[in-house]
């Protein structure tokens, strides 16, 4: 046994863990919280010690395959895999261009190294389609975030640990994460007197049991409760009026409707007490400092983009912005998000929705329609890497029917996936604890900081790393060479002490003499400079550090642009060596390092706009504001709303494949208050069918007093044929429907599906 220190792949918090390695079997041992870590210092939720069931379980792909007529799989070299995809992607570039192609995925909670070249294959293929499962969450704060600050990569995080109130909107940290150490800094927040812990949730979720007030709203009706918290702090004067006149446009024209908003209406509409709503909105004005949390619940629900909008507004008109204790930016090591403002026109819209990208992204939810467009511009060819679309799209039926329709898909995975399924080429990627790896997730502030995980474990069968499989797949496409002679052997010869900047140099020169190598930058690196790199760390046996080489750019890009906050960090060099010492740092130090140390002043020259100002009126969202006065009640056809996608104790996403992995609720019970069992004749275990406007499900049912009557949950994270046989648990997507989505980001609204549940024969009350 050995102990090696790595992160949990399981959510966007990626905490620091050890794991004892057994080297004698391949396998990982006990798994605790990493002090070391520089971000979670220890912290770990009950999930991250089941993760072995990702690491060994027997979906995992060893070889690639191709698919044969009859549907089954037949085992290929990877030479002849690469050579016939290249030459079919090849084919179908030449025959119908760059839009007939669309890359989806690129990583997930934990493994976005690989992005930096399974990117470079769209650039190949002369597309700039990516569809993104973030494109079915975040796109509409993305959006929002565009026109507030003018650029869609000024991402915000919010202060919770120093804050004297906090609102969370649309989110369960207990169970969801997303905030420091969440369940560590609830308790805090929830123990102190002098700080307040506000929950606006339709369900009394374990966040809202630590709450000084829980709002137990209505679903679908935060856009409502929202405005009237802002109408209530305009209508007495309790906005920040110094803060909006120094570092704000627009107000003025937004002052005139937030002051005359029905609050009362609106209240009622969400079905709480005005008294309370009062008290909040007063409370959270006058507090020192305040942050607003807010996660799926409000993204992916009625009036998702709005609900972005709206939540940003709180904290800006009250000046809780750009100070400790409240939301703030936070800076961007690894670049996992582009700005494609859409009113520029620069980004090609897709054939049959029209459809814009936003931050670079394109909506899964017009993906089958795009691959079903009856013109010759249809998307006929896709790679898929890391993510499980047939499984976490709205309509798996539409998905698959879609992606039978494509002349080529091409799936790069660990294990074999329901989309690797309908796929015409898989390719096994090593895992994530086989090879070197990272996460672009990291969204501290005012301290920074990020970790290159090294590899603890050999490959499995022919597996490889990202990087290798794009650098051959370019190879074959005969986008690049083979082999760099000259510049292998300046990245050989060139002594440590420059810190590999003779061998940037020299792609660089390289580049300007052949423009059409900058795109794959990435994999010239990797053939060339990646076999010198070394690390006193890299253990025998595993994976050597060469796909690590991109992140030498990035920290030389990112120390030309903070050199102070670089070295607040506590990184040493001069303007041409801090970036290689940042570096060199990130490659030595597996638990983890600090990256920049920044003040919290600093937050106002990430602002993008020219004037340096926060540009309050989009007019897209004055005119859905004013469109809430006249939106009649939602359709009662369907007596229920379903939560699909509730995140619980033992789901996580979609990587875990071994339904035995789960402690409790195997079956991914379907949660429903006692009342509505008992009008319904349901009992607790009992079976019902759950039916949607998209298909219906059998379930099985949990009573839970957590719950508002009316609305009944699913877990997400559920529904793999695992060893290729049934389901476990709810297959989700087939009760969702893609045209419940936002109008603008085509968000779904996951949060919010109409349903009914009646018991199947014999199993009710
Ligand atoms: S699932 Fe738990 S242990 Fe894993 S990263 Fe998230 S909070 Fe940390």
Redesign the pocket.
Known sequence: MTTQQT?????????G?TVEVDEATGRLGRIE?DELHPV?KG??????AR?AHYQEHDDRLEHPLRRKPDGSFARVSWDEALREIAARLVAIRERHGGRAFAFYGGGG?GNHLGGAYSRQLGKAMKSRFVYSALAQEKTGDFWVNGRLFGDQRCHLTEDVEHAEFVLFIGTNPFQA?GIP???DTLRELSKSTTRTMVVVDPRKTETARLADVHLQVRPGTDAFLMAAMLGLIVREGLHDRAFLAARCTGFEALEQELGTLPVEDYVRRADVALADVERVARAFARARTACVRIDLGLQQSLHSTLNSYLEKLLFLVTGHFGRAGCNNFHTSFMPILGNTDERLGKHPRTAHHQMFPIAGLYPPNILPDEIEHPGEDRLRAMVVDSANPALTGADTAGYARAFARLELLVVVDVAMSETARLAHYVLPAASQFEKWEATGFNLEFPDQAFQLRHPLLPRRGESLPEAEIYTRLLEEMGELPRRFPVLELIARREPAATGHLGAIAALGAAIATRPRWAPYAASILYRTLGPALSTARARPGLEPPAAAVPLLALALAYAARYPREVRRAGHQGNRLTLGSALFRKILDTPQGTLISRHDFADAWSFIAHDDGRIHLDIPEMRGALEALRREPPPDATRPLVLLAGERRSYN?NQIFRDPTWRRVDRDGALRMHPDDARALGLVDGGRALCSTDGGELTVTIELDDALRPGMVTLPHGYGQRYRGGAPHGPELNRLTVRAHCDPLARTPFHKHVPATVRALDGAGG
């Open positions: 992160a949990c792949i399981l959510c966007s918090r990626n905490c863990l919280g979670s912290y770990l939720c009950q999930k991250a993760l909670q994460h150490n969440a369940r996580a």
